[in-house]
């Protein structure tokens, strides 16, 4: 069975990306989602087998609030030097950390030179926490994302020189 917080924070990871629906089974429970107009509109789990053979009911999940409508974000002008830059992109969905941990400084700024097996971030899904690589030589010109941000798959994390 999957506890709350593993739920919110799936329901929170769908939310903030470009997934329309979604299904995890596990160990006899199922996860089911779907967005409909950017908000979360259903959540089913199945009932475990052991609750089942007992005959008890399985707990309803509380109901899914849909979240506050988000302004659009105005974008800035391109620069004509951002199409020779290299982007560094998230390989999935999750949260961006800039450092290993809150107290420790980031992995990269601005200004740093880096080689193609510089950890450069931590994208965190699900409770792993993936490091990432830079896979490329040259210099972080820009840091795209704040840290603990949400990151989608693709999105770009770092231009690089």
């Given amino acids: 069975m999957f506890k709350i917080q593993e739920v919110r924070e799936l329901i929170k990871l769908i939310d903030n ?22 908000t979360v509109v259903t959540y089913e789990a199945a009932q475990p087998r052991a609750a089942v ?17 988000v302004e659009a974000v105005k974008e800035a002008p391109k ?7 290299h982007k560094i992109t998230s390989p999935m969905v999750g949260t961006f950390y800039a450092s290993p941990s809150p107290d420790a400084a980031p992995y990269v700024n601005a200004g740093d030179r880096i080689n193609e097996n510089t950890v450069v971030c931590i994208v965190e ?36 020189r």
């Fill in 17 to 38: 990306s470009n997934i329309d629906e979604f299904e995890y089974a596990t160990e006899g429970a199922t996860i089911k989602m779907k967005k409909q107009a950017n």
């Fill in 125 to 160: 899904a699900m409770k792993l926490f993936n490091e990432i690589e830079a896979e490329v030589n040259g210099e972080i010109v820009e840091v795209l994302v704040k840290d603990g941000q949400l990151v989608e798959y693709g999105q770009p994390l770092f231009l690089v």
């Fill in 79 to 85: 620069k004509a030097e951002d199409e020779t830059l």
């Fill in 53 to 69: 053979l007992e005959g008890k009911a399985a707990a309803v999940a509380e109901p899914v609030s849909a979240p506050a409508p």
